[in-house]
C-alpha cells in the first residue's frame, strides 16, 4: 500500500511537513513518526521516503498511516541513495514550514510550538534552530552545543554564519525551516556528500538571519555501526573541499567576510582532519589514518600533528599490545570527557525515549 500526497497531502490544511527519509531500520522509524505525531499545537503531516527497504517498513508506516491521516507513505522501486532521498523530500515540500527527520532520530515535546512562536516574532527569520541532544545506543548525552552558544535570538549575517564555526553548527534535526529556503537557498549540494547538511546550514547563515533558542527540541542518534560512523575519507573530504571553494567563489559575500569565514572553516577542516585520525587509529582503520595524514600534509602542509598520527598507526600497526594501548586510553578519554558531562544527562535525560 503506498499513500501519496495527492491522496493525503495538504487535505487537512497542513502547516508543517516533517520530511522522514528511511532505510530498513522499522522500529526506529515508529519512534520518529511517533514523535512527530505528537508535537502539540501544530498541523502537520509527516512525509516518508522509503528508499526500497524491502522489509516490514510498509506494513509499519502503513499501519500507522490507517491509524492517522497524517502519515503520508512514499516507496521508491529501488535504492536511489541516501542523499537523494533527502532531496526528494525536500523537493516535494508544499507546506509553509518543513523540517527533516533521520529515521533512527526524534524530536522532543514542544519543538514545533516554540519553533513556530519564535518565526511568528521574528518574521524575517528563514529558520529556527533549537537544541538538538547528541545520544549514543544507551541513552548517554554526549553533547548539546546549542547549550554553550554565546546567545539566543536573532543572528544575521555575518554574526549567525560565524556562530556555526568551531563545530557548533546546529544539527538540523531540531531545526524548522520556512518553505522559502527552497527557493532562496536551493536544495543540498550532491556534491558536497557527506557535510551537505552542514554545508547547506552555513549557505543559508551566510546570506539570511535566523532565530536560534535553547529549547531541547531532538536527538541526534550516535549510531557506532552507521555509515557516517564508520565512512572512508573519501564520503566527506572532497565534500569539504567543495564546499570551501563554493565558499571562496561567492561572488555575493562581502570580501572581508568571506576571509573570516574561510579562515574559521578551514581551522575547523584541520581540527576534525586530526580529530578524525585519531579516532579511526582507536579502531585500527589504517587506511583512514593515512588518508587524514595525507590530507593534513598536502593540503595543509602540517608537520607535527600528521608526523604524530602517522607514528603513532606505524608502531600499532606494527605492534599488536600498542594497538589495544592506545584504544584503551583512547575509549578511557571519551568516557572520562562524558562524565565531565553529567549535568547534560541530569538536565535532559528524562526527555530520551528509547525505541
Not at 526528494?88 to 518543513?98: D, H, I, L, N, Q
Not at 573519501?234 to 565534500?239: A, H, K, M
Request: charged share 20%.
Amino acid at each position: 500500500m503506498q499513500i501519496t500526497e495527492n491522496q493525503a497531502g495538504l487535505k487537512g490544511g497542513a502547516f508543517i511537513t516533517a520530511i522522514i527519509p528511511t532505510y530498513r531500520r522499522p522500529q526506529l522509524l515508529c519512534r520518529a513518526i511517533s514523535s512527530v505525531l505528537e508535537q502539540e499545537d501544530a498541523s502537520l503531516q509527516v512525509c516518508v521516503y522509503d528508499n526500497a527497504s524491502g522489509d516490514e517498513t510498509a506494513d509499519v508506516v502503513t499501519t500507522l498511516a490507517a491509524k492517522d491521516s497524517r502519515v503520508i507513505y512514499h516507496q521508491h522501486p529501488a535504492n536511489i541513495g541516501g542523499l537523494a532521498n533527502f532531496l526528494f523530500g525536500m523537493s516535494r515540500v508544499e507546506t509553509p514550514f518543513f523540517s527533516i527527520l533521520s529515521d533512527d532520530d526524534y524530536l522532543l515535546p514542544g519543538f514545533y510550538r516554540h519553533a513556530l512562536a519564535g518565526l511568528s516574532e521574528k518574521p524575517q527569520a528563514m529558520c529556527w534552530a533549537g537544541m538538538t541532544l547528541n545520544v549514543d545506543e544507551r541513552g548517554v548525552v554526549w553533547d548539546a552545543r546549542v547549550r554553550d552558544w554565546a546567545r539566543e535570538g536573532l543572528l544575521e549575517p555575518p554574526d549567525g554564519f560565524m556562530a556555526m564555526t568551531g563545530g557548533m553548527a546546529p544539527t538540523w534535526t531540531g531545526i524548522l525551516f520556512r518553505r522559502e529556503v527552497l527557493d532562496l537557498v536551493g536544495m543540498l549540494d550532491p556534491e558536497v556528500l557527506g557535510p551537505s547538511d552542514l554545508e547547506y546550514l552555513l549557505r543559508l547563515a551566510a546570506r539570511f538571519p535566523y532565530v536560534l533558542q535553547k529549547h531541547p527540541s531532538a536527538v541526534f542518534t550516535l549510531n557506532s555501526t552507521s555509515f557516517s560512523a564508520t565512512q572512508p575519507m573519501s564520503s566527506f573530504w572532497p565534500g569539504w573541499k567543495r564546499m570551501l571553494e563554493k565558499f571562496s567563489t561567492d561572488d555575493t559575500l562581502d570580501d572581508a567576510f568571506k576571509l573570516q569565514a574561510l579562515n574559521a572553516l578551514h581551522g575547523d577542516a584541520r581540527r576534525m582532519l586530526f580529530r578524525r585520525g585519531a579516532n579511526a587509529l582507536a579502531g585500527a582503520r589504517y587506511e583512514f589514518v593515512r588518508d587524514a595524514v595525507d590530507a593534513l600534509e598536502s593540503d595543509y602542509g602540517l608537520v607535527g600533528r600528521p608526523s604524530l598520527l602517522r607514528m603513532l598507526a606505524t608502531v600499532c600497526k606494527r605492534v599488536s599490545i600498542m594497538q589495544q594501548a592506545y584504544s584503551t586510553a583512547y575509549r578511557l578519554a571519551e568516557r572520562h570527557i562524558v562524565g565531565s558531562r553529567k549535568i547534560l544527562q541530569a538536565e535532559y535525560g528524562h526527555l530520551l525515549r528509547m525505541a
